[in-house]
């Protein structure tokens, strides 16, 4: 039956009926149409709002590595950064996360956790990391960290230190972990603040944000700061609320 044909029976047998009776033959003739054609909408949806997401400038993205979280503690992190600095999530999404683990010994997930990290590193999509030091100057070291002698203001600085805190001196790439041959000339990197020991905070002990010392005794948890991080102000902003 040509299209036009089976148009003209369908409004002829519609004509007669009440709506309801319309309703439901409309219903049952065509509800595939209509499941589809929802479905379709539903994914168009769902993509142009991930991709309306993921263009917005992030404010800041944090990751915990390694660390054990009590969620029913208070306060809680995001809720108090978002509150301090009157964030609008809405136009500057704000990622803390605190799922990644990465062991030693590297088991599945291990290695996983640690390509995700690095290639957010390398996306310039991570801002601040706080981990074990065995895990940021081995695993998980990128090759640098930011220079907090650089990126942290003259009264922050002075600030940590009149609070007892102490400084990650990064020093870069183990030799072992390069595969430089000992007998081979090269030229060391300077070495440099590149993070805060944390295991003295106040605050994050409110939070129950606590990280496991798996990896050996006296592993101390560091906060670094990636080197090509576009949000440096924003990271400054979050060190400040975790030592006030």
Not at 3 to 28: G, S
Not at 116 to 144: F, H, M, T, W
Not at 160 to 167: N, T
Not at 174 to 190: C, F, H, L, M, Q
């Amino acid at each position: 039956m040509a299209l036009r044909d089976e148009i003209k029976e369908q409004t002829v047998k519609l004509k007669d009926m009440t709506v309801k009776e319309k309703l439901a033959y409309i219903w049952t003739y065509y509800k595939w149409y209509f499941i589809i054609a929802t479905a379709v909408i539903i994914c168009i949806v769902s993509v142009i709002k991930t991709v309306i997401i993921n263009s917005r400038p992030t404010y800041l993205h944090v990751e915990f590595v390694n660390c054990n979280v009590a969620f029913d503690e208070t306060p809680d992190i995001y809720d108090d950064f978002v509150n301090e600095y009157s964030i609008d999530t809405n136009s500057t999404p704000l990622f803390i996360g605190y799922g990644n683990t990465i062991y030693e010994e590297g088991d599945q997930a291990s290695y996983a956790n640690q390509v995700k990290l690095i290639a957010q590193y390398n996306a310039e999509d991570l801002d601040v990391v706080c981990g074990p030091e065995s895990l940021l100057s081995g695993r998980l070291n990128v090759g640098a960290y930011s220079n907090l002698e650089e990126l942290l203001p003259a009264d922050l600085i002075k600030e940590l230190k009149d609070k007892g805190y102490e400084f990650y001196t990064y020093t870069g790439f183990p030799e072992e972990e390069e595969g430089i041959d000992a007998n081979t000339e090269t030229t060391p990197i300077e070495p440099y603040i590149g993070g805060i020991y944390i295991d003295k905070c106040a605050y994050l002990d409110k939070c129950a944000v606590r990280p496991i010392y798996t990896v050996k005794d006296g592993d101390r948890p560091i906060l670094t700061v990636a080197p090509n991080t576009k949000n440096p102000e924003h990271a400054v902003e979050f060190i400040r609320m975790l030592i006030k």
